[in-house]
């Protein structure tokens, strides 16, 4: 004898949003200010930086921490003392090509003159790549999966896509996406000008924890892919069109129609790693005034081994 069971309805397709965002960028205090807004004042890594939960820590790891705080802050997962949400269930996905080079050039002059010997046990762990999501972790509590990415000048959209990707297949309900690029001797040599010296994060949940908790969703994570080309990336990604469009290359003849361009990025110094994440913090800031607008952004180009595409469309668009 036998019992035929019926076939189990698919579940429905999770969906990852924007509940939070944070900047620790020279200058500016909120996200608007990369689209022009102006106020005065703004973050100041020489008063912002110091302070007793960040010593015995490397820049880009103080950048970050002081990234993160006001982007839990924003989603409602901050009480000004802990994290408020499942520590289990939260990522950790971290953007950045040059975090730690002062770190491993600084410890590597030390053993060409001291030899290991002259190592500190306490810096060591700061020359690992994946020391400011680790960082972060410790500091909340987040023991969900913990990634750096160090991709070149996709990586802050590669961030993105992985942290969506975290969300979409289970295994994580929120993630925080940092794109962070110290500033220091030895970057500016090696990139011929100051690297951005700042840090910019996003609270990423799936729509259901969001909505759950009363949470305010400033934009959802529509599409993101990572292709050959513009054309490609931007097809793949979903193939919108995009209200706005965030980009360095905005003269690319292969663009795709937008009603403007803009570089949020102009001015700040080489956002290397960030760039992207940056991008998505315009486009969240851009969304929360224009709900039912599109926003691409794009990063990578033909001198580099690929272009990445993400799309973030507000909570009053309609497909």
């Not at 820590?57 to 950048?63: C, E, H, P, Q, V």
């Not at 730690?100 to 290991?116: H, Y």
């Not at 993101?224 to 209200?243: F, I, K, N, S």
């Amino acid at each position: 004898m036998s019992t035929a069971h019926p076939a189990a309805a698919s579940a429905p397709a999770r969906v990852a949003v924007v509940t939070g965002v944070g900047l620790a960028v020279p200058g500016l205090t909120l996200p608007d200010e990369l689209l022009g807004t102006v106020r005065d004042g703004g973050f100041d890594p020489a008063t912002g930086l110091v302070g007793r939960d960040l010593r015995h820590k490397d820049r880009a790891s103080r950048l970050a921490l002081r990234a993160t705080a006001p982007a839990l802050r924003a989603a409602g997962l901050f009480d000004g003392d802990r994290y408020t949400g499942s520590g289990d269930t939260t990522a950790v996905v971290v953007s950045t090509n040059v975090g730690i080079l002062e770190n491993v050039c600084s410890f590597a002059d030390t053993i060409a003159r001291d030899t290991v010997l002259g190592l500190s046990p306490l810096g060591l762990p700061q020359t690992s790549s994946n020391v400011i999501a680790g960082s972060v972790a410790m500091a909340h509590g987040l023991r969900g999966p913990n990634v750096t990415l160090c991709n070149g000048p996709t990586s802050g959209l590669d961030a993105l896509y992985w942290a969506r990707a975290l969300i979409v297949t289970g295994r994580a309900d929120t993630a925080v996406v940092i794109g962070v690029e110290p500033t220091g001797d030895i970057v500016t040599k090696l990139l011929g000008t100051p690297a951005l010296d700042g840090a910019v994060a996003l609270v990423l949940e799936s729509a259901d924890r969001a909505t759950e908790r009363g949470a305010r969703i400033r934009a959802t994570v529509t599409g993101c892919a990572r292709e050959a080309d513009l054309a490609g990336a931007v097809a793949r990604a979903g193939g919108l069109t995009p209200d706005l469009w965030l980009t360095e290359a905005a003269d690319d003849p292969a663009g795709p129609p937008a009603g403007s361009v803009l570089d949020p990025a102009a001015g700040l110094g080489a956002a290397s790693g960030a760039l992207g994440v940056l991008q998505a913090a315009a486009a969240v800031a851009h969304l929360d005034t224009h709900g039912g607008h599109t926003v691409l952004a794009t990063c990578g180009g033909p001198e580099g081994d690929g272009v990445a595409a993400v799309f973030l469309t507000g909570p009053d668009h309609t497909p």
